[in-house]
């Protein structure tokens, strides 16, 4: 598609069950990010891929939470043993090449993100 | 530990206002800076990526201009229009991670 796709765009849990998000990045953009934005706050970074690999999982706040990209496209974030307090917006976002660590910086370009309940 | 604060918080203007929204970073070595839009309940759209060999950038009636030596950036609005109503963040790419402010929230009062 012409933009980042992400679905489903709201899911509803109950504590302690397991939940996949997914995230189609726009064709061709080898970086992939995963954020968290709770209500009135910025997103929060909880993951980068550059193709199929993490090259940075610093902000998964816990061991529950782990994220995927076996073929360099789509990523799934999975959440295990879910808490009411990762009642969020998950936020996707691709970018044609790696934003920092050097000068070919590029632009991110979000998803309309996947809203998680958990009662 | 890059912190990113947008001030203010909220702000509302009549409809025609010229407006600057504020943007402050407290580390200095980044390497871009980039302005989103979010309408609520919506994903984030962005508007204007400043590189940090540049001063401004601009498109439309939207000029977005940096100082990374004082850790400023700011998004002049012109001629405000009713369907700017939104909030506005800023983000920042250094050695760690993109950061993002809080954002200001901003609505146009017809």
């Known amino acids: 598609g012409a933009g980042v796709s992400q679905t489903p765009s709201n899911k509803v849990t109950e504590k302690g069950k397991y939940v996949e998000l997914r995230c189609d990045p726009i064709?061709?953009?080898?970086?992939l990010y995963w954020y968290r934005q709770s209500l009135g706050q910025g997103p929060e970074f909880l993951i980068y891929?550059?193709?199929?690999?993490?090259?940075?999982d610093s902000g998964l706040p816990n061991d529950r939470f782990f994220a995927v990209r076996p073929e360099g496209s789509v990523s799934t974030l999975k959440i295990q043993r879910t808490e009411r307090g990762d009642s969020a917006v998950y936020l996707c976002a691709s970018s044609p090449r790696r934003p920092y660590g050097g000068p070919n910086t590029g632009e991110l370009f979000f998803g309309e993100g996947s809203r998680l309940t958990v009662l | 530990k890059q912190e990113v604060t947008q001030i203010p918080a909220a702000l509302s203007v009549p409809e025609g206002e010229n407006l600057v929204l504020n943007c402050s970073f407290t580390?200095?070595?980044?390497?871009?800076l980039q302005w989103f839009r979010q309408d609520p309940g919506k994903g984030l759209t962005s508007l204007l990526l400043?590189?940090?060999?540049?001063r401004e950038q601009t498109s439309g009636r939207l000029n977005a201009s940096l100082d990374k030596s004082s850790g400023r950036s700011t998004l002049y609005i012109a001629a405000s229009q009713p369907g700017d109503s939104a909030t506005y963040l800023c983000a920042v790419v250094g050695n760690e991670k993109l950061t993002f402010g809080t954002g200001t929230r901003l609505t146009i009062i017809p």
């Open positions: 580390d200095s070595a980044i390497y871009n």
């Open positions: 400043i590189q940090s060999s540049q």
């Open positions: 064709s061709g953009h080898t970086a």
């Open positions: 891929f550059q193709g199929t690999g993490a090259a940075d």
